[in-house]
Structures are given as structure tokens and as C-alpha cells.
């Protein structure tokens, strides 16, 4: 039987192990992934962050420095026409490629195009025309000389060049058509870079905008109406033929050097055509790709009404371009990330130009652009490693050594236990050789109740002046052999108790009390193994202990007062540090201590169902003697 509960514990191990090795792989297979799921979201929203930190910069840079041109020509204008009696909208610029280059530089982007258009009303066109003719090769020639231009001459420009207002119309083939309805007109004026088209040289002077494009049409009219900046999307040249839908921005020009007079008149618009692709390009660093901004363009008065589909292209654009460290591409005219990471995003509004929708004329909408960033698989696919597997691995090659370890001790142990067996069954042997069974028998006895630690419990009647049976000795205990006693000629006995205890106790709740009594006889525990003192017993708030026994010793004497002292010290510790938790009064509580020296003391062992270490000629003067300065008379005590 006992051979094969070895076994069902040596299988129980062995699959305890076995299960704790696939939980804790378990484990730390889901651990690593999970860490490296919290990097691969918290870099993604280090680099979210940086790109729309730096993009929104770059817009309000641009929409600033858009202002202050509209500003500065408007102040120009003012001074050009009170020096030389010249009024709107016959002024030309001037320096414009200079002040045009360093607007486009500020824009963020690369090779965006600006262009100026005058409001020119319609008893002016002819006179307009005129003007026009007579100052094209005056800023062609400026442009030319500060651009360097090689490709092209200005004559082959002013060839180039429709000398009247015109518009491209679709019935007439795209042929110029002069505009020859009624009221005000925009031309295009002066341009940057001038007449350019990815080499080829295409010149917008003198074009309509009004009748050349219905959405800049509107834009004019919801500027007019705003007087402010608004925005559109428009397709926009990155390649030859190869367009990406962009934005179209209109900045109105208003003539007088007053910024803040209200009576204001736009003279002329600042029309600027640019991608936004740009405006994510050198944000990263090399090595951090795989980033997804979503420019989402909407009109809030239609947001969440249920038409987005039947949006115009002025109410709704969606654009989608990658980020890969500090290069961006255009991915295309839709939202294009994956939806797996769709509670990854990380949306801040782009570009609101802060309008009452409700003063734009009926149906129109100054867009908010939103950016929208996503991650994408290229980016968490670069924090997937194999630490993972690694990890795994070895965890179970920590346990399969750990097996390992256990089954070579196991082997061992049972080794040794054989040894051992044969070893007791040979000193059995030899012992019944030597000694008779019955006095084998006891000493066995004895050895396992030496071993037992069990708790009080009276074991013997109160009969007899001792409190003892006097046919004790004759008829032996229910285990069938007399108990083993011990004779000391001298001990010394110290008795501890607290004072104020009853007084202290009676207000406070039992587990406070046991925390006090446990604390300081934990204190005296450790007290009593340093100085070699013999605790006897604890009964309530007394501390019994003696010294000299059970190894008996000359100084016993001076080993209980030693001892006594250090536990009046050490009770005046334990009770100042448990006054944080137990009341201020505890440190009130004080040690009376007696320490008595016997003459003879008789130790002894009880060997009945319920083995138990006493000395009961201990604990009896304890009772008596705290009462009366005589000691009482030694009595019989048993271990």
C-alpha cells in the first residue's frame, strides 16, 4: 500500500509540473504578446500625435501667412494709389514672384500655385484689357529674371497670352470666349509660378474665374459673403497627367492700409491651389512606417443628417495617404485604412476656419477638414518578434529540467530510504540483542512522545496531596508504561506579569488583545532561546520560564535575572510601537516580574493519550507565590 501511494504521489507531481509548465508557458506566451501589443499602441500614439502636432502647425502657419499677404498687398495698393492717383483694379503688383515664392514657402507644400484675380466690373473690362496688355510684360519679365527661367522666353509668354477677359467654354470646343454678360468679372492676373504646368508653359491671364469654374464661383461668392478665408477641393497637378484631389483656398484682398475697418471693399482674391500630401512628409523618422491619415473634409450642417452620400464635392472629400517615416504617399479618394484598427484612431479636427454657417447663402458649406490616423499591419507587424516562442521555450525547458531535478531526487531519496530502512532493521536487531523487548519498547516509546508537541490538556485526576493518583506508579497510564522522570538539584524559576492588564483588556476588543499578548510573548520567545531559558507556560497575561533545565547549569541564577531584566526592557519597546495600534494607554502597561530558586525539581514526562510536557511544581508556586513574600514549598513537577 505504501509503495503504492509513492507512486500516485510521484504521478501527482509529475502532472502537477506538467500542468504547471503549460499554464506558466501559457502565460508568458500571453504576457510577451500583450506587451508588445502596449508598444505597438503606445508608439502608435507617440507617432499619431507628432504627425497631427506638426500638420496643424503647418496649417496655421500657412492660413497666417496667407492673412498677411492679402494684408500687405492691400496696404500696397493703398500707398501705390494716394502717390500715384491709381485706383483698383488697375494695380499691378509688385516684386510679385518675391512675394509670391515666400507665401508658397510658407504653405507647407511643394510647388503650390497662387494667383491673383481683380474684381473688374463691366464698364471697366475694356480699359482692363488695356491695362493688362500694358503690364503683362512687365511682371513677366520680373518673374523670369528672379526665377531663372531658361525654358521659356517672354515673348513666347505674351504669345501665349489672350489679350481680353475670356472664359474656356465647353460648347465652343474649350476655345477662349470673351465674357460678355452683365456685371462683375474675375481675371486672373498675375500668377506663381507663372504659367507653369510641369514644364509646359500655360498661361491663366486674363481668365474668368467666375465663368471658368463653378465651385470657384462659389467659393468667390461665400468669401464675398464671409469676408473671410474659405476653402474647396479641387484636382491638383502632381505629375504630367496625373492629378490628386487638393484644395483650392480663396483669401479675399480688401482695399485701404485698415486691417480693422469694417466698410472694407474686396478689390481682388488670392486664389491658392495645393495637396496636403506634403504637409506629412519629414514629420518621422526613418524606420517608423506604416501610418494611415485619413483627411476627411465635411460640412457640419450636414454632418449626421443622413445625406453624406448626396454630399457635393465641396461638402464631403475623403482623402487616405500613408506615412513611411518622413516620406508620405497618396493612397487614394477614400478612406482606405483597415477596419481592424478601427478603435485605434486618433482624430483631431485639421482645419476649421471658424464660420457661421449660417450667413453662407443657401446650399453652400465651408468644409472643417478632419485628420483621422490609423495604424496599419506594416506598423504592428514591426513589434511581432519571436520573443514570444523564445519565451515559451524557455519556460518549458525550465520545467522539463525542474522534472528533471525531481525525478533524479526522487530516485535518490528512494535510494537513500532503502539504505536507511535496512540500516533501522539491522539496529533493531542489535537492540533486542542487547536490551529486553519490553524495556526496547519503552525506549521507543519515549523517542516518538519526545517528538510530539501537542498542546495542555490535564491528563491526570485531582486525586492525592500532589494532584495525583497514588496507585500511579502501579497501574502505569493508558499507553501501558510509567512515565520517565528527571531529577534537577537546582533551578530558578521567573514568573512575568503584566500589570494593568485587566484594566487595559476590559476596553478593547479580543483580536487587539491577542495581537498585545501575542507581540510581547514573541518578544520573550526570542528573548528566552538567546539567553538558554526554558519556557514553561503562558496562562493568560503570565509568562512562566526557568532556567537550568532541561540541560541543567551553575549560573541558572544569573541567566534568569539577565533574562527578566531584558524583558522589562524589551516590554517597554513592544508597547510604545503598538500604541499606533492597539491606543495611547498601551504604553502604560508595565512587567512584574519573580524570579524564585528551588532547591530540587522533579521533571518528568506524561505518556498518556495526549502526550504533554508539564511542571506542575512551576506553575503551582506561581499561583501562590506572586501573593506571599514566603516562598512555597517546592513540589514534584513533570516534563
Request: charged share 20%.
Amino acid at each position: 500500500r505504501e509503495d503504492a501511494n509513492v507512486l500516485r504521489a510521484r504521478f501527482l507531481v509529475a502532472l502537477i509540473l506538467l500542468l504547471a509548465a503549460t499554464g506558466v508557458a501559457t502565460a508568458a506566451n500571453l504576457l510577451v504578446k500583450q506587451q508588445e501589443r502596449r508598444d505597438f499602441e503606445n508608439q502608435f500614439v507617440a507617432h499619431a500625435k507628432e504627425i497631427v502636432t506638426v500638420s496643424r502647425s503647418k496649417a496655421n502657419q500657412f492660413f497666417d501667412a496667407l492673412d498677411s499677404f492679402a494684408s500687405s498687398i492691400g496696404a500696397q495698393a493703398a500707398a501705390e494709389h494716394a502717390s500715384h492717383n491709381t485706383s483698383w483694379p488697375f494695380y499691378r503688383i509688385p516684386s510679385w514672384s518675391v512675394q509670391a515664392k515666400k507665401l508658397a514657402e510658407l504653405t507647407g507644400v511643394n510647388d503650390p500655385t497662387i494667383a491673383v484675380a481683380h474684381i473688374v466690373q463691366e464698364a471697366e473690362r475694356d480699359q482692363w484689357n488695356s491695362f493688362a496688355a500694358q503690364q503683362n510684360p512687365l511682371w513677366y519679365q520680373e518673374s523670369v529674371n528672379h526665377e531663372g527661367y531658361t525654358d521659356f522666353t517672354v515673348e513666347q509668354l505674351l504669345q501665349r497670352t489672350i489679350p481680353f477677359i475670356h472664359f474656356y467654354d465647353p460648347i465652343n470646343g474649350y476655345q477662349p470666349t470673351p465674357v460678355r454678360g452683365p456685371g462683375e468679372v474675375f481675371p486672373y492676373f498675375q500668377a506663381y509660378p507663372i504659367g507653369l504646368n510641369y514644364g509646359r508653359p500655360v498661361m491663366t491671364t486674363n481668365v474668368d474665374i467666375l465663368n471658368s469654374s463653378k465651385q470657384t464661383e462659389e467659393l468667390y461668392h461665400i468669401t464675398k459673403e464671409i469676408r473671410g478665408p474659405t476653402i474647396g477641393f479641387t484636382r491638383i497637378p502632381i505629375a504630367p497627367e496625373k492629378t490628386i484631389l487638393g484644395s483650392q483656398i480663396v483669401q479675399p484682398i480688401f482695399d485701404g492700409a485698415d486691417t480693422e475697418a469694417e466698410d472694407r471693399k474686396i478689390v481682388a482674391i488670392t486664389g491658392i491651389g495645393l495637396h496636403w500630401l506634403d504637409y506629412f512628409n519629414n514629420v518621422l523618422a526613418d524606420g517608423e512606417d506604416g501610418l494611415v491619415v485619413v483627411l476627411d473634409s465635411a460640412c457640419p450642417s450636414l454632418q449626421g443628417s443622413g445625406d453624406s452620400k448626396n454630399l457635393t464635392n465641396s461638402q464631403r472629400n475623403i482623402i487616405t495617404y500613408q506615412v513611411d517615416g518622413p516620406r508620405s504617399v497618396f493612397l487614394g479618394e477614400d478612406d482606405l485604412h483597415d477596419p481592424k484598427y478601427d478603435n485605434l484612431v486618433l482624430s483631431r479636427t485639421f482645419v476649421d476656419l471658424d464660420i457661421d454657417q449660417s450667413q453662407l447663402p443657401e446650399g453652400s458649406c465651408v468644409p472643417i477638414l478632419t485628420l483621422r490616423v490609423y495604424p496599419s499591419a506594416e506598423l504592428e507587424d514591426s513589434f511581432q518578434t519571436d520573443n514570444a516562442i523564445i519565451y515559451t521555450i524557455v519556460v518549458v525547458a525550465i520545467f522539463a529540467f525542474t522534472t528533471l531535478v525531481f525525478l533524479l531526487y526522487d530516485f535518490f531519496v528512494g535510494k537513500r530510504q532503502r539504505i536507511v530502512m535496512d540500516r533501522i532493521v539491522k539496529q533493531d536487531r542489535i537492540v533486542s540483542d542487547v536490551f529486553p523487548t519490553a524495556i526496547r519498547d519503552r525506549l521507543y516509546e519515549n523517542q516518538a512522545k519526545n517528538m510530539v508537541t501537542a498542546g495542555d490538556a490535564d491528563m491526570l485526576d485531582d486525586d492525592g496531596p500532589f494532584g495525583l493518583d497514588e496507585t500511579f506508579a502501579g497501574r502505569g497510564n493508558s499507553m501501558g508504561s510509567a512515565p520517565l522522570a528527571d531529577l534537577f538539584p537546582s533551578v530558578t524559576v521567573v514568573f512575568a506579569d503584566l500589570v494593568g492588564f485587566t484594566a487595559w483588556s476590559s476596553a478593547r476588543e479580543p483580536q487587539q488583545v491577542f495581537i498585545l499578548l501575542e507581540t510581547i510573548y514573541g518578544a520573550f520567545d526570542k528573548l528566552a532561546y538567546r539567553h538558554s531559558v526554558f519556557k514553561v507556560e503562558t496562562v493568560g497575561d503570565c509568562y512562566v520560564a526557568a532556567a537550568g533545565l532541561p540541560e541543567p547549569s551553575d549560573d541558572h541564577a544569573v541567566v534568569a535575572c539577565r533574562f527578566a531584566r531584558d524583558c522589562l526592557k524589551k516590554m517597554k519597546d513592544v508597547t510604545l510601537k503598538l500604541e499606533v495600534y492597539l491606543g495611547p494607554d498601551t504604553s502604560d502597561l508595565d512587567l512584574r516580574t519573580g524570579i524564585h530558586r528551588y532547591g530540587r525539581e522533579v521533571n518528568g514526562c506524561s505518556c498518556n493519550d495526549f502526550p504533554l510536557i508539564r511542571s506542575f511544581t512551576i506553575l503551582q508556586w506561581a499561583s501562590h507565590s506572586w501573593c506571599s513574600a514566603r516562598a512555597a514549598k517546592p513540589l514534584p513537577a513533570f516534563w
